[in-house]
């Protein structure tokens, strides 16, 4: 099973035993969960971690999704927590964070639909 904590440090290019700024990111994880529920993913009660315990399949568990709300939260989270220097890098990220909210909402909204038709 994949850590969430672990995953988003690799992601970032920080290793999984280097914990000086686990809380951070932590923090910033549990804010991008809460969008990423208000998008309409992930358990209506809403998720969180506390360390790295956590793993993806206890968030979700369709792994086409899962692989988009992993890509989704890396980018929040390198932006909220190492923002790039650059404007233009910053301003690709945003577009691809908003490509994902949108492909996120409208997955959302296609369960929605075959939910309500059954």
């Known amino acids: ?17 280097y914990e ?25 009660e809403g998720f969180m971690i506390t360390d790295k315990s956590a793993v993806w399949k206890e968030f979700i ?7 988009i709300v992993k890509s989704y939260m890396y980018l ?15 301003e690709a990220m945003n577009r691809q964070i908003s490509e994902f909210e949108w492909r996120l909402n409208a997955a959302a909204d296609y369960k929605e639909e075959e939910n309500q038709n059954e």
């Open 1 to 17: 099973m994949e850590s969430i904590l672990t995953s988003v440090k690799k992601m970032l290019g920080i290793t999984e035993e």
């Open 20 to 44: 000086h700024f686990d809380a951070d990111l932590i923090m910033h994880i549990n804010s991008v969960f809460s969008i990423i529920n208000q998008l309409g993913v992930g358990p209506s």
């Open 61 to 67: 568990s369709d792994e086409a999704k899962l692989q």
């Open 76 to 90: 929040k989270v390198k932006l909220l927590f190492d923002p790039p220097l650059g404007s233009a890098v910053i």
